[in-house]
């Protein structure tokens, strides 16, 4: 799925993190049996402490999040299951 973002001249770091946030919320939101909001409530913004207990919320499941240094991030399950990008 590919969209386009319009903002304003300025917030582009900003609009990006919440994009990116929307996307992995998405995903995850969308993996059966994970239940993401017990860590990660729905409306609050992803904070430095919710992103460590994120951290050991996903390693039980086996799902990274890997990015690779240009805006891009895939998303696994297993060692080599890719279901998002």
Known sequence: MKY????NRGSE???EQEELENFIRYVLDSIEGVD?????PV???LTPEIK????NF???????IIHDGDRGY???????????E
Request: avoid cysteine; charged fraction near 40%.
């Open 4 to 7: 386009s973002v319009y903002t």
């Open 13 to 15: 770091k900003k609009t």
């Open 36 to 40: 993401i909001e017990e860590v990660w």
């Open 43 to 45: 409306g609050e913004e």
């Open 52 to 55: 460590i207990k994120l951290r």
């Open 58 to 64: 996903l390693h039980k499941f086996e799902i990274e």
């Open 74 to 84: 895939t998303i696994y399950v297993g060692k080599e299951d890719i279901i998002a």
